[in-house]
């Protein structure tokens, strides 16, 4: 299943990306969004492709995020892979062109968008089911797609 264990039910909370943008000049020529972390990890958003789901999380369930979870910001790109959505963030910058991330420099897809994922929970895998119907149940994931 996508994210395994590492998929999070907490309520992030901080400025919309858009809000973001509003307290800065962005370049006229600008199309891209470059953002860096404490650990050196670098990640690309274009512009055009933010929306109010767009969150740079600064608190976690109502208290300020913690180290582990991205202290002092982490951007939430719903949707999305974790590889876009960085942690520790320190630096926006813009560009007029794309500087990709370090996955999408080893190959990864820029745009990251999570594709649907199935799980089976039933029959169990490897079952021996006797003649008949057949009861089938289990989840799918699909990102913000319904």
Excluded at 21 to 40: F, I, K, N, Q, R
Excluded at 90 to 117: C, K, M
Excluded at 127 to 137: E, L, N, Q, S, T
Aim: net charge negative; charged share 15%.
């Amino acid at each position: 299943m996508i994210g395994g264990t590492l998929i999070s039910n907490g309520i992030g909370q901080g400025p919309r990306g858009a809000d973001v943008l509003a307290l800065t000049t962005v370049p006229s020529d600008a199309v891209w969004m470059l953002m860096e972390s404490t650990d050196g990890y670098t990640e690309s958003f274009r512009l055009a492709d933010l929306t109010a789901d767009h969150l740079l999380v600064t608190h976690l369930n109502g208290s300020p995020l913690p180290p582990q979870h991205g202290y002092p910001a982490r951007f939430i790109f719903p949707g999305h892979y974790g590889m876009k959505q960085p942690q520790w963030v320190t630096r926006i910058r813009f560009a007029s062109v794309d500087q990709p991330g370090y996955w999408e420099s080893n190959g990864w897809d820029e745009p990251a968008i999570v594709q649907t994922v199935p799980r089976t929970d039933a029959p169990a895998d490897g079952a021996a089911r006797p003649a008949g119907a057949v009861r089938f149940a289990g989840i799918a994931f699909a990102g913000s797609r319904r």
